[in-house]
């Protein structure tokens, strides 16, 4: 089946650098306006595993989904005004948690993140002056406003799913590691060969791994490929978070613990593969629960 033309438009898009500037704006304004970590990690998602803008988006949407079927329906003027206005309370919201998302990707990204913020922000535009015809006994005028609304969030919704579909923002870029992983135990690297204290890349096989000799004598092995957008987790810093050991990637400076991978700051939201280790014969050997 032939790709939709329209799907090429903003596959060029993505190439647009025409945005970066625009692009630029709404980052600094986001990381100034959402500043508390701890807040910035509710809105990524970090408690729920996921992203939350996804899901928060649903009541909006929802809200003026329904509202269009009571605006096709006779005597339901109310109940949709009503609709209209919850999807325009909690429209700010579902944005923000999206914003805070933006702002922690990359640039390719963030030239289709804004055009899809823009039509979204134009949508709460248009509904915002159907609510008032409502409310000032015009629902005719409100009507349409609604169903061109409607139109234009759809149209803010597709740009979405491709940043989450096609571009994977917000997708787990860590999922795939344990599908190329043999499962039970394999040797990775001689003990002696890693110095205490500092991060190393090895591979096994094909999937890179983060290999951490601390100065007890332990060995750290996570993926080394960052579940938020492929970032290479040994070249980040290592730090101590809450008296957990943790790296902070290099890119957009999530945190995870070396010993379990859990997230402890986004923006990622899935935790990092975390492999068992043992010494054999002094070599590091490696095991992944749930591999093959
Ligand atoms: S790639 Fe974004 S935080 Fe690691």
Not at 61 to 89: F, T
Not at 214 to 232: I, M, Q, R
Request: aromatic share 4%; net charge neutral; proline share 7%.
């Amino acid at each position: 089946m032939r790709t939709l033309p329209l799907l090429t438009a903003v596959e060029r898009l993505e190439d647009a650098k025409q945005l970066d500037p625009l692009a630029g704006v709404v980052r600094g304004l986001v990381k100034k306006a959402v500043r508390p970590r701890w807040l910035r990690d509710v809105l990524h998602g970090v408690p729920l595993g996921h992203p939350l803008h996804p899901l928060m988006v649903q009541v909006p949407l929802g809200a003026w989904i329904s509202a269009a079927v009571l605006d096709c329906l006779p005597g339901a003027e109310k109940q949709a005004a009503v609709l209209v206005g919850l999807g325009l309370a909690t429209a700010g919201p579902s944005a923000l948690a999206g914003y805070v998302d933006f702002s922690e990707l990359h640039e390719q990204h963030q030239r289709i993140g804004v055009i899809h913020s823009t039509a979204n922000a134009a949508a709460v535009g248009l509904y915002s002056v159907s609510l008032f015809q409502r409310l000032t006994g015009k629902p005719g005028g409100g009507r349409m406003l609604g169903f061109l609304g409607l139109g234009v969030v759809s149209a803010g919704g597709w740009l979405g799913g491709h940043l989450a579909f096609r571009q994977a923002a917000g997708a787990n870029h860590a999922e795939d590691v344990p599908h190329r992983i043999q499962p039970g135990w394999q040797r990775l690297v001689r003990l002696d060969e890693l110095t205490a204290g500092r991060m190393e890349r090895r591979m096994l096989g094909s999937v890179p791994l983060l290999v951490l000799r601390t100065a007890e004598g332990k060995v750290n092995v996570l993926s080394d490929t960052c579940s938020h957008l492929s970032g290479p987790l040994s070249e980040g810093t290592l730090q101590i978070e809450g008296g957990v050991s943790c790296v902070m990637c290099p890119w957009h400076m999530s945190v995870f613990s070396l010993e379990t991978g859990d997230v402890m700051h986004g923006p990622a939201t899935s935790p990092q593969p975390s492999f068992r280790t043992r010494i054999t014969e002094g070599t590091v050997e490696v095991c992944l629960p749930g591999a093959g």
